[in-house]
């Protein structure tokens, strides 16, 4: 009875350590080192079993990971590999409060049992000037204003600074008529 029980583990911890015997990868993974803030990023690969097949029709998910931490930043949508192997992740618009200048992201790619990850850094292309001590981006200007005015994001605060222009404005014009 105990080399029954023997050979019953046994058989249960090969069948267990089967999955992680096939070993595959992911090639030619490609994401871009620097992405400026509010374009879409994208990344492509290549999906390749242990034998070097194409994995056909896989389900290939993607992570936004802070690169230092390694917390959850966001998810981007999954996709399957086509007849090649090959995957695309759809463009994912980076923005704001998620993404933040200057920092670095790793983004993670599990196609079944495979993984990879690449890292990129968000920067600022436009050329900056200096307005009383504080960087103003005029080509980002009008990004910023759209985000800011997105209901989901601030429309409380949007409402604020046009109501104290509007308040500075009336006060200003109480001030200039009590002069003449």
Known sequence: M??????????????????????????????PAEMPLNLELTATGKSLDDTNTPNVNQLCSF??????????????SDQYTDQTGRFAMQKFKLTEPDFIRG???TLKTICGSNETNGNFSIT?????????????????????????????????????????????????????????
């Open 103 to 105: 920092n670095t992201y």
């Open 124 to 180: 600022q292309k436009q050329e900056a000037f200096d307005v009383f001590g504080f960087a103003l981006f005029p080509q980002a200007l009008v990004m910023d204003i759209l985000y800011w005015n997105d209901a989901n994001n601030s429309t409380i605060i949007f409402i604020g600074i046009l109501l104290l222009v509007f308040a500075g404005s009336w006060l200003f014009m109480i001030w200039w008529n009590s002069l003449h």
């Open 2 to 31: 105990e080399a029954k029980k023997i050979i019953l583990v046994s058989l249960l911890l090969i069948m267990l350590a089967m999955p992680s015997l096939a070993v595959g990868s992911i090639t030619n993974y490609s994401v």
């Open 63 to 76: 992570y936004f990971l802070e690169a230092d931490s390694g917390y959850l930043v966001d998810r981007a």
